[in-house]
């Protein structure tokens, strides 16, 4: 079985291997690493570290994954350490304020001056290995678990377990060859589902039912962000997650659908003065 270093090795990364790091960023101190990707600002947020562990010397080269289910890592990049400095508050200007949270232990920081090695960029999201490791940085090389297929993001993971950002739907729903299992999980199943906006906190409860089911109505929302949702339009889709709140038989009447609708938007409150429905 092939490690990741033998992989991007033959991949073209001219990089001796003991001067090769993997790191794996994971959801923390209250931030999502899939909403910091979302908001563009994932190169800040990395090259922004601990000043004392100084987790980025010693090595010539980073290998990127976020954390998924199972203890697993999924690939993001490969970037090349360049220098470092002590870090400036001036190297947040313009981001988001959660970025500023790792800040209130008071500690040092360091700042890396990292470049992507864009001839990666193809990887991203198709590479996984399983972490053996308790650390999130290390020298150890990993196995290469699955190699996915182009445009592939994920494996459709239960109804209960959907969770996916703008990016992930848009690919999921522009690939679906490479998404079977999402197409045949929600092109026959009527739903109750949830948009979150985690820019202002607020949520949008709809339905989806008829002819292609949540397929058809999730494919919109990948193509226009906001689906032709009144309230939705006023907002950056970048900032949205969708989410399957409960499946119904396609059988049902709409008016049935409709009125399990307005059960939920009552439930979260939807369609009150901290909701999203008109």
Not at 123 to 129: A, K
Not at 235 to 241: D, E, R, V
Request: include cysteine; glycine fraction near 6%; charged fraction near 25%.
């Amino acid at each position: 079985m092939i490690t990741v270093k033998q992989f991007l090795t033959v991949a073209g990364l001219d990089v001796p291997e003991d001067r090769i790091k993997l790191v794996r960023h994971i959801d923390h101190l209250g931030r999502s690493i899939r909403q910091i990707i979302a908001d563009e600002v994932f190169d800040i947020y990395q090259a922004e570290q601990d000043a004392k562990s100084q987790p980025f010397h010693r090595c010539d080269v980073i290998v990127s994954f976020i954390g998924i289910d199972g203890n697993q890592a999924e690939f993001i990049g490969v970037y090349t350490v360049k220098e470092s400095r002590p870090f400036k508050n001036n190297d947040f200007a313009g981001v988001p304020e959660y970025l500023r949270l790792a800040h209130r232990d008071g500690k040092p920081r360091i700042w890396y001056d990292l470049k992507e090695r864009k001839e990666f960029a193809p990887l991203r999201g198709r590479l996984i290995v399983q972490w053996s490791s308790r650390g999130w940085a290390q020298t150890k090389d990993l196995h290469v678990r699955e190699l996915k297929a182009p445009g592939r993001v994920m494996s459709f993971p239960g109804y209960q377990d959907v969770v996916v950002s703008l990016a992930e739907l848009r690919s999921i729903c522009r690939n679906p060859t490479s998404h079977p299992d999402w197409v045949a999980a929600l092109k026959f199943t009527a739903a109750i589902y949830r948009i979150v906006d985690f820019a202002t906190g607020m949520t949008y409860i709809g339905s989806a039912y008829g002819k292609s089911g949540l397929w058809r109505r999730w494919c919109e929302y990948a193509e226009t962000g906001h689906g032709n949702n009144k309230k939705l339009l006023e907002l950056n889709p970048q900032h949205f997650q969708w989410s399957i709140v409960r499946t119904l038989s396609d059988v049902m009447s709409e008016a049935e659908v409709i009125r399990l609708e307005h059960l939920e938007m009552r439930k979260h409150g939807s369609n009150k003065s901290m909701g999203l429905n008109h």
